[in-house]
């Protein structure tokens, strides 16, 4: 059975970086598309980025686009999400999920790590 848990999150302040990854486990890692999703208290799961299974196709929420970049090392059984230019409004926890499918929706994925949690603060 699969497994994902991410690590990475922490404190950083406005406009700081942050690098999450996400550890799997299983032998269709490889062959999963991988994304992340995240949710702040009182709202829903949202997408931010998803990378297909050999890391040649990606998508990212209009919000972070041009500041968040989804990779992922086969070899490794790895994925990440580097985040640059942290703004307040992107403190959630942050999940990693895998799917068979290439989707931005939250039902196509089975797998699910717990989260990590950002928090942005000066």
């Known amino acids: 059975q699969s497994q994902l848990a991410e690590s990475g999150g922490g404190l950083v302040q406005p406009g700081g970086s942050l690098r999450l990854s996400c550890t799997g486990t299983?032998?269709?890692?490889?062959?999963?598309?991988m994304a992340w999703f995240c949710q702040a208290p009182g709202n829903e799961r949202e997408f931010v980025a998803v990378?297909?299974?050999?890391?040649?196709?990606?998508a990212y929420a209009d919000p972070v686009k041009g500041r968040f970049a989804i990779s992922r090392d086969n070899s490794k059984n790895m994925a990440y999400l580097q985040i640059n230019s942290l703004k307040i409004e992107d403190a959630a926890v942050y999940y990693c999920?895998?799917?068979?499918?290439?989707?931005?929706?939250?039902?196509?994925?089975?797998?699910w790590g717990k989260g990590t949690q950002v928090i942005v603060s000066s």
């Open positions: 999920a895998a799917s068979r499918d290439f989707s931005v929706w939250s039902s196509s994925y089975v797998t």
């Open positions: 299983g032998r269709t890692f490889s062959s999963s598309a």
């Open positions: 990378i297909n299974w050999n890391g040649d196709r990606t």
